[in-house]
């Protein structure tokens, strides 16, 4: 048999060499593949959060008859003033006399008095403060079942609802959580706040700004009855959702005599007239419910 020749042997031998390259080629591209398939893509960075838009400022507290303003001019204490506004809405201040700041904001009211101080030739460049300090045109009306009715003022830094409660002492003990404000904005109307709930559920969009001459009133809590085979028969403050049970454990429970069948309400109706319905003690009442407990028999 002849014996392979050596160029044979070279061009196998250049052959494995190629085809092991070409192998391990395929794997680091393998390789590759596999680690950018395991690197997650990029996200981007999430923007910054914009600030939320500003709301409307609120309209100025105008001055009024009988409102008390200090008015300050800086540099110049001898001309410093603290007066009360004429039925006519003017102050009377050194050098310029009687001016007219009613009807206008603080703010407008010391441009008012500069102008007055550089156009009469007192002043070069007058810088003119005015504060309010005490308000009597700016004021609401608060009545019904409160600590403390009566008028109230509004300065600016207390026009809210529950500002002006908390002025009033807050509600008396027999006061309902329900507060009616009558705003007579060219014409009247009337808007109800339930405070409880507003604070319960956060939210404090009803606690309304007050406007000069609004008028809060805080009714009566609702209540419902109890009496007959009961603990301690008389009237109660109804609460939402409250049930027959609730009625009459807050009525001290029935007492040993008391028929637990014997458990009726009296509800007024629409029409004026009174129905006298059977009761279970998961049935919620409602205002002016009367609850009344028979006494067995045996």
Do not use: W
């Amino acid at each position: 048999m002849p014996k392979p020749h050596r160029s044979f042997f070279l061009r196998a031998a250049c052959g494995n060499v190629a085809t092991f390259a070409l192998t391990a080629m395929l794997a680091c591209v393998k390789t590759a593949a596999a680690a950018d398939a395991q690197i997650p893509p990029q996200i981007p960075a999430p923007a910054a959060p914009t600030a939320p838009p500003s709301g409307q400022a609120l309209p100025p507290v105008l001055l009024g008859p009988g409102d008390m303003v200090r008015v300050v001019v800086l540099e110049n204490p001898e001309l410093t003033a603290e007066t009360r506004l004429s039925v006519q809405g003017t102050v009377g201040l050194p050098l310029l006399g009687e001016v007219s700041i009613g009807n206008r904001s603080t703010v407008d009211a010391a441009n008012v008095i500069s102008d007055g101080y550089r156009k009469g030739r007192y002043l070069r460049d007058p810088h003119v403060s005015v504060t309010l300090v005490e308000t009597r045109s700016q004021r609401v009306l608060v009545l019904g079942h409160v600590v403390k009715p009566g008028q109230y003022p509004l300065d600016g830094s207390s026009d809210r609802l529950t500002d002006i409660l908390a002025l009033a002492g807050g509600r008396a003990e027999n006061g309902a959580d329900t507060v009616v404000v009558t705003r007579r904005d060219g014409q009247p109307h009337r808007l109800e706040v339930d405070i409880t709930r507003m604070y319960r559920e956060g939210d404090l969009s009803r606690d309304i700004h007050l406007q000069n001459g609004d008028m809060i009133f805080v009714p009566e809590a609702p209540v419902f009855y109890v009496y007959g085979a009961v603990q301690r028969a008389g009237s109660y403050r109804l609460e939402p959702s409250t049930t027959v049970m609730a009625a009459l454990s807050l009525g001290g429970g029935l007492t040993p005599r008391a028929s637990q069948r014997g458990i009726r309400i009296h509800r007024k109706m629409p029409d004026g007239s009174t129905r006298e319905l059977s009761a279970r003690l998961a049935d919620r009442i409602e205002a002016n419910d009367v609850i009344f407990v028979k006494e067995r028999l045996f």
